[in-house]
């Protein structure tokens, strides 16, 4: 069998073998597109749906089948339109019949862990959104707001105590060099007017510039 890897375009073994091997280290998503792995159609009238590859025809195409999906018998896919996910049924064999590919998905609950994820779980609120009546979507924008406003609620409460928001802690950096720099705009005041008060003391009694001028 022909394995592929996704990661910006897809190689094949020998490719990858006979590449620097510091490229394949730096891949994000080394998901090996093989027979039995768990993959999900991006465009077209199965966009979004999973199934299993059964075997790779070549670097570009491939049979995908998921005998519990709607719609989803044998057909071929290209690479360029499939997104391997990290699950992956082991023990499959190359053109295995619906029948064992039903047996193997039961057995290692690969959709059950698909589902679990949280792709799955967005595409299933997208669908049951699209799906949902205008009443029930009039129903879902109220309870938003409601949830909205008790948030706001509990947050203000929470930011009056504990000063988590960032103007909040703005505020307070503020209140503090304003009350340093009245601190020190009120101490200079005070130097000022005690140097006036002892000057004028100093003339009264004769101490000051004027002192020696009678």
Not at 46 to 53: C, F, N
Not at 86 to 92: D, Q, R, W, Y
Request: aromatic letters at 6%; hydrophobic letters at 35%; proline letters at 1%.
């Amino acid at each position: 069998t022909v394995s592929v890897l996704y990661w910006n375009g897809f190689f094949t073994e020998q490719q990858k073998n006979n590449n620097n091997t510091s490229c394949f280290q730096q891949m994000v998503n080394q998901a090996y597109v093989k027979v039995g792995r768990l993959v999900r159609v991006l465009r077209g009238p199965r966009a979004d749906k999973v199934g299993v590859i059964t075997a790779v025809i070549d670097t570009n195409r491939v049979l995908v089948e998921n005998p519990e999906e709607k719609n989803m018998w044998r057909h071929v896919q290209s690479v360029r339109n499939l997104e391997p996910t990290k699950i992956a049924v082991a023990g499959l064999n190359t053109n295995a019949t619906g029948k064992q590919v039903k047996e193997a998905l039961s057995k290692k609950k690969a959709l059950d862990a698909w589902s679990k994820t949280g792709k799955a779980k967005a595409i299933a609120a997208k669908q049951a959104l699209a799906n949902s009546s205008e009443f029930e979507r009039y129903q879902l924008r109220v309870a938003k707001r409601q949830r909205a406003n008790i948030s706001r609620k509990i947050f203000a409460a929470q930011d009056e105590k504990e000063n988590i928001s960032l103007h909040r802690k703005n505020l307070n950096q503020l209140e503090k060099a304003h009350k340093k720099f009245e601190s020190k705009k009120l101490a200079a005041r005070h130097d000022r007017i005690k140097k006036f008060f002892a000057k004028k003391k100093a003339k009264r009694a004769g101490k000051g510039k004027n002192a020696g001028k009678k």
